[in-house]
């Protein structure tokens, strides 16, 4: 997963410069801030398809369900590897600390190293996990299978909607390529366009689908569910008071047209 503010923010078209400038920089610093790029994108990658197997329960060494049942202290290892997600990002993903940040990591490398941290979150989450997998509902035949469907729409829906802002952009390899090359960063701008048009936020809603839509939803899988949608809703709704805060009636405009989640089945005129 990744933070919620790039999600939908409306960004100004100017170039800027990265680090002092990209043709301040020897060549070989350039190639190292790309080749860091390169590895925090390989690592979402690895993450994002390791997050797939871990929900779905197929295809990883350990899923959400691998193991024998957890007892009390499993509980609170759970809940305090899903607080953890949350708190990094959202700490992270603020400008408070975005700023203080910068003055250790270079500006081209900020969100690359987001995203790592990230992946090593996630990669703790799916170590540590203790399991709980006693089923409170299972469906079988035709149901598992459309149930499955809907998850496959989930995931589908999440990786769509980070093209549709800009996919290298929001894993950060575009700003250390952009560095690389010398050339001047320009964030991208917003478009109201497809899934943007039904949904503020179809990333998250394709993320909350692929975590419920579960043909056998244990007692791990629904306590890793509520966890996250739990984070998400709260993420939103900080999320959103700052992007008011910065676009002002641009935004609450938007707001008003467009549900957070929920498609409407009639477009609001």
Known sequence: MIE?????????SNPIPLAGGASAAPIGARALVFAYGVLAYAGFLAAFLYLVG??????VPKALDDGSPSGAAGLV????????????????????????WTRIVPLPAER?????????????????????PEPIWQASG???????????????TALVATFLIDHFDLF?????????????????????????RMVRHPLMLGFLIAFWAAPTMSRGHLLFAAGMTGYILLALVVEE?????????????????????????????
């Open 112 to 132: 690359s190293t987001f995203v790592l941290v990230s992946c090593a979150v996630l990669a703790l989450l799916y170590w540590q996990w203790r399991p709980f």
């Open 142 to 156: 035709g149901l598992a299978y459309a149930v499955l469907a809907l998850a496959a729409l989930g995931w589908g």
């Open 241 to 269: 008071r700052t992007l008011v805060t910065l676009h002002g009636d641009a935004y609450r405009e938007y707001r008003r047209r467009v549900p957070k989640l929920i498609p409407r089945l009639r477009r609001r005129a």
């Open 4 to 12: 919620v503010d790039r999600e939908i923010e409306t960004m100004a």
């Open 54 to 59: 871990f929900v779905a329960g197929f295809g």
């Open 172 to 196: 950060g390899l575009r700003q250390t390529f952009d560095f690389a090359t010398g050339r001047p960063y320009r964030p991208p701008v917003f478009r109201e366009r497809l899934l943007y």
């Open 77 to 100: 290892v759970d809940l305090a590897l899903i607080a953890l997600f949350g708190v990094q990002h959202s700490v992270m993903a603020r400008p408070a600390f975005k700023q203080v």
